[in-house]
């Protein structure tokens, strides 16, 4: 059964979920802001917090022309590419002091590189883990080195075909990446619930052998409560101070009660999925004696037959077990009986 090592955590089926907030671009081009995020995700409950490590020009170019544009109803309809990366970055210096506080607050702190020299940035902080972007994994020269990091890779697969994720996981494995995640994703922003199709999880898990969990661009916390339930072992949500601040991804991202609510329900999940079980539980156990019996339910003399009228299955269970109740019937009493006495074989002549 896969499992990813990282640092102190091992991720994996029967591990608690790793729950990561993307900070993405909620610093709003602050650094304190940054900072405040990182120690508001920790008292939240999460278990790390993820960077993106890209510039403008390192993910696009600046053109205004139809292709650069983005239109239709997206959130940021009207701006240029390069406008959105340039408002949304985060800036490469700020990622080593980031990182400090995150180390202050037992956080795990990684990012997703977009090109190369993100790759070389992240290395030279010495990162335990590099994010693919779902967007990123058609970039095989990209997949080929962070591969070559050697370190875990966690995956995001939101748009990709089968084929394109079975390139990319291919790519990762011949380059000598480390244990691999899967993400099932949706890349809409916000992602409505009926567009999500958690069920892939599992075929995720089964069909490329790999850790699997969810990057959650929905409102709310039920789609990753529900992602838990079907086996994600890491589950991702974009974190902001408070959504009315604005930002690029303010609209869909939760804030810190939301998120530590989100983090205790899905700790509740696990507690309630348990493993497979037959046994009692101790409170169990104690109601035992609470189910049904046979016990006589109306004056009884020594000869009579006992009837349905005169012995019953009741609760609680000090007589005999219900599945004795056609044996008795028709049976004749050993001795008078008062109602409401736990039948008992004494009370049942033999032959």
Request: with cysteine.
């Amino acid at each position: 059964m896969q499992r990813i090592e990282i640092g102190e955590r091992s991720i994996g089926a029967g591990e608690p979920c790793w729950v990561v907030a993307e900070i993405s671009a909620n610093h709003n081009q602050s650094f304190d802001r940054a900072v405040e995020i990182l120690r508001a995700a920790k008292k939240a409950g999460a278990d790390a917090v993820k960077l993106q490590t890209y510039t403008a020009d390192t993910l696009t170019l600046d053109f205004d022309r139809e292709c650069f544009r983005i239109g239709g109803d997206s959130l940021w309809a009207g701006k240029t590419l390069y406008e959105l990366y340039r408002e949304a970055y985060t800036p490469w210096e700020w990622h080593a002091p980031l990182m400090a506080v995150a180390r202050e607050e037992r956080l795990e702190c990684f990012s997703t590189p977009f090109d190369a020299t993100a790759v070389d940035l992240l290395e030279g902080l010495n990162v335990r883990v590099h994010k693919i972007a779902s967007f990123e994994l058609v970039d095989i020269p990209l997949l080929r080195k962070v591969a070559g990091t050697g370190k875990p890779v966690i995956m995001s697969t939101g748009m990709a075909s089968l084929a394109e994720i079975e390139e990319a996981v291919t790519t990762l494995r011949e380059h000598d990446a480390g244990p691999l995640a899967l993400l099932k994703c949706t890349s809409a922003y916000p992602a409505s619930p009926s567009d999500m199709n958690l069920r892939t999880i599992p075929h995720l898990a089964e069909t490329f052998d790999v850790v699997a969990g969810l990057s959650d661009h929905t409102l709310g916390s039920s789609v990753a409560i529900a992602a838990v339930t079907l086996g994600a072992c890491i589950v991702e949500k974009h974190f902001t101070l408070r959504r009315a601040d604005g930002g690029p991804d303010s609209a869909f991202s939760m804030e810190p009660d939301e998120f530590a609510k989100m983090v205790r329900e899905i700790r509740a999940t696990e507690s309630a999925l348990g493993h497979v079980t037959y046994t009692p539980t101790a409170d169990e156990a104690r109601n035992i004696r609470f189910r049904r019996s046979l016990f006589v339910s109306q004056d009884v003399q020594k000869g009579d037959v006992f009837t349905e009228r005169n012995i019953r299955s009741v609760r609680p269970a000090q007589g005999l077990h219900p599945r004795f109740l056609d044996t008795v019937l028709g049976k004749r009493a050993a001795c008078a009986i008062e109602p409401g006495t736990p039948l008992a074989w004494r009370h049942v002549e033999r032959g």
